[in-house]
């Protein structure tokens, strides 16, 4: 009796042990084990997890997860489109009924809208956010596509489809990861359509209901901007006598200025020949060499865009040229006075020459695709894409500032002349993300436009006497170089 006991119980452990380690069990654990290392950043040892078992446990219910997983490592980590779309298509046509698919026509929708402002595209997108809403009715993933959708309607200017989309997740899912973002996308979209009062107490239900969120601390920021600009009869700004940042000769013949969304400001210095880093706290990074320096842009990923006269580097070690066709067939001729670069959402550089008076765009190649937006000559020394993908260009030339879409569509302009103001010296242009556009003139100051065009107010002052560069911080402050002081000020 004690003997077959005994049997029972080694049999029993031994199909124990069987069943903790069966194939799905052992996928499961890459999976969660990739998953946390991701959270902790070990971003190889995460991607080798997800591979290891789409190829090694293929029969396993964990495929999907992991196929997922790998679309967002190379879409977001990776910043590989191409590579991205194809785990998620995966997932969507091999595992339609699996709980990852409703999340694979999510990224398939948000890849579509990242990569341009069409409307066919625009349309694809939505499709792919519905399929979520309309297959999956009871997915986690169903806020998210809706959120997804009010960018998409906001993106293809239905602004009123984008705010009934957006207060749909916080009014039907207001416990959701995408009530925050959807607060933030209805304030952004009221703020376009020039209800700021609405937009800041918008954003202000974000730190009512949200506050630990990331969204909190970004909704702030839109409202001490709005606020700044039209939450008193006149918009105020006051220089901010304590700032300051820089030093030497790193202040020395700056030629362009330009804060990223996380607190960094680069400064272009001519007489250092790099591109200098400040982050948040005022403390300096590692600097980006660079010679004969123009302007400073982002791409859409987030890299830095530094032009110089012979090229344009991206990011730190991607350094690019350019040549344009010539009447001799294979025979390009190098553009030599770059002076302003771009990229748009679609990945395409749009570059400024000085010498021959025209924008020119090339493919992600760098492959020459024309003039833009048209065969006009423009002396070009600025340009910027605003937070709708609008093309920002400064012409000096002309002393004007114009604004295209994508496909060269003039949307709004600034001309030189206007109800209340005059531009003598345009040099330089940024656009917040309200489209309210700042303009610095080297003889009239700073100029703030609203987005209609009109003068909203001039910065002027005894400490400001020759302003030859701008940018925005995240709050809205502007912070301007001044050739005659070397410094940069703050406006706030």
Known sequence: MTRGILLAVALAAASFASAQTSPDQQARGLLDDGRTYLK???????????????SGFS?????????????????????????????????????PQSDGAPGAYFYLGMLTLARTAAAAEIEDALAQFARVQRLYPGSEWVPKALYASATAHRKAGRFQEAV?????????????????????EVGHVLALMGEPRPAMEE????????????????????????????????PSFAADSSYSIGAGDILKDVRALLMTPAGTLWIASDKVKSVVPYGAE??????????????????PGGDLLASARLGVRVGPRDIRSFAIPTDKPGVPEPL??????????????????????????????????GLFPDGNERDVTRMTVDGEGGIVVLDQGTRSVQVFDESGRLLRSIPTRGAGY???RPVDVAVDPCRNLYLADREAGILVFSPQGQLLIALSGPELRRPTALTLDPSGAVLVYDEKAERVLRYK
Do not use: C
């Open 59 to 95: 029969a396993t219910d964990s495929v999907d997860d992991a196929l997922l997983e790998i679309g967002r490592y190379q879409m977001e980590v990776e910043k590989n489109p191409d590579k991205a779309r194809e785990a998620f298509e995966q997932v969507a046509k091999r595992f």
């Open 336 to 369: 030599e006075r770059i002076q302003a670069a771009v990229m748009t959402p679609a990945g395409s550089m749009l570059v400024a020459d000085g010498k021959k008076k025209h924008i020119y765009r090339f493919d992600p190649r760098q492959q020459y695709q």
């Open 203 to 234: 954003y202000q239900q974000i730190r009512n209901r949200f506050r630990g969120s990331e969204w909190a601390p970004r909704a702030l920021d839109r409202i001490t901007a709005l606020y700044r600009l039209y939450g008193s009869p006149k």
């Open 422 to 424: 005059e531009l003598h």
């Open 282 to 299: 005022g403390k300096m990074g590692a600097s980006v060499p660079g010679v004969d320096l123009g302007s400073l842009a982002l791409a």
């Open 164 to 184: 009934e989309a957006g207060r749909r997740v916080f009014l039907e899912y207001p416990n959701s990861d995408a009530a925050p973002a959807a607060h933030f």
């Open 40 to 54: 902790e950043g070990k971003l190889k040892q995460a991607l080798d997890n997800f591979n290891t078992i789409v």
